[in-house]
């Protein structure tokens, strides 16, 4: 394969995150480098392909479905990945609003910890975004 090629593919796998999330996480970028360094491309191209079809073509829209994903990782207590797929529901076009709601939904189903690991989140997002993003 050519480094073009290969360059091209990487690429692919990196544009499939920017469009569900924005941006392409540091936890994917690390995987992605480990990938190419160790000739393991296809297992970032498989599981980034699943996550498209998940997050793309759910009935449930790219919305709904990261707000989904945030309260999921709530209630597992997965701070970091509630944080990406909190930025990628604002992505998709949710409101802060809907976030707190989420979290308040996690409230009854986890607890306050999943409550307030919600909240906190939300309240990053908001002193890092600028009022009009959000």
């Given at each position: ?11 692919a ?104 690991l ?17």
């Open positions: 394969m050519t480094d073009d090629t290969f360059a091209h593919r990487v690429e796998v990196r544009d499939r995150y920017r469009t569900t999330l924005g941006t392409v996480p540091n936890g994917v970028r690390q995987r992605l480098r480990l990938a190419q360094d160790f000739d393991r491309l296809p297992t970032e191209e498989a599981i980034a392909a699943l996550r498209h079809i998940v997050l793309t073509d759910s009935p449930l829209g790219a919305r709904v479905q990261q707000l989904v994903h945030f309260g999921q990782l709530l209630a597992l207590g997965h701070a970091h990945p509630a944080r990406i797929h909190a930025q990628g529901a604002l992505h998709a076009g949710a409101r802060v609003p809907e976030l707190i709601g989420v979290a308040e939904t996690a409230l009854i189903t986890a607890g306050v910890p999943a409550y307030a919600g909240t906190g989140i939300i309240a990053e997002l908001l002193s890092t975004e600028s009022p009009g993003e959000v």
